[in-house]
């Protein structure tokens, strides 16, 4: 069990630039989540997948926005014409819910985006 | 849905004093609640759950949590604190079944002076 990896760490982009980020969940974990972290606030859902089908969208999520995960495995979260707006924390984190639903989280570094 | 209250953004504790971090939830259905930390540039580390069972919950590095059902609080407590304490600590709720997505409070920042 290696954990939840993301990259890059740090991303710092010009307004109007795409950004991709990667985030590799821990092995067999069937579900993969996406939050975004913005200063002095909690983590606030994006979207996940339950394997590569990808369940629930936030609002959040605008149509800038778009996210896979093919296979099943790894997931990238895609920004598109990036805006000052969208500089946070991306966390990913995955889990393998058990027959009962339940379910724990585990949490990958971050990827810091910094929008100038 | 779901929501969780955490007030008072920072917390200041003496080394060797009580820590004491509140949490009020609010849900539509019976929660999942859950305590991480998150220290300076990285990212949750989780310190306990509650899912069911026993109310009194045991983490890591020493802290524990109460479920209290009548006053929808889960709040985090550790008897004496230490300087590597000194973190941001969020207290997260979910409904469990499908969609697990976590709703967070916004964090208790905790600095520990010596």
């Known amino acids: 069990d290696t954990g939840v990896s993301q990259n890059p760490r740090h991303k710092i982009t010009k307004r109007g630039q795409n950004v991709t980020f990667r985030c590799d969940p821990i092995?067999?974990?069937?579900?993969l989540y996406w939050y975004r972290q913005t200063l002095g606030q909690g983590p606030e859902f994006l979207t996940y997948f339950q394997n590569e089908a990808q369940l629930e969208k936030s609002r959040l999520l605008s149509d800038r926005f778009s996210a896979e995960r093919p296979k099943g495995s790894f997931s990238t979260l895609e920004i598109q014409r990036t805006e000052q707006g969208d500089s946070a924390m991306y966390l990913c984190?995955?889990?393998?819910?058990?027959?009962?639903?339940?379910?724990?989280?585990?949490f990958g570094p971050g990827t810091r985006l910094l929008v100038l | 849905a779901q929501s969780v209250t955490q007030l008072g953004s920072h917390v200041s504790v003496s080394e060797g004093a009580l820590v004491l971090l509140r949490c009020n939830y609010s849900?539509?259905?019976?929660?999942?609640l859950f305590w991480y930390v998150q220290y300076p540039n990285q990212g949750l580390q989780l310190l306990l759950k509650y899912t069911t069972g026993a109310t009194l919950v045991k983490g890591i590095n020493g802290f524990e949590a109460e479920f209290k059902k009548s006053e929808t609080s889960f709040h985090l407590t550790k008897p004496s604190a230490h300087m590597s304490d000194a973190a941001e600590y969020f207290c997260?709720?979910?409904?469990?079944?499908?969609?697990?997505?976590?709703?967070f409070g916004k964090g208790n920042q905790v600095v520990v002076i010596p």
């Open positions: 997260a709720v979910t409904a469990g079944g499908g969609n697990n997505r976590l709703a």
């Open positions: 092995s067999e974990h069937n579900r």
């Open positions: 849900s539509s259905v019976p929660p999942y």
């Open positions: 984190a995955s889990s393998r819910s058990d027959r009962r639903g339940w379910e724990t989280q585990y």
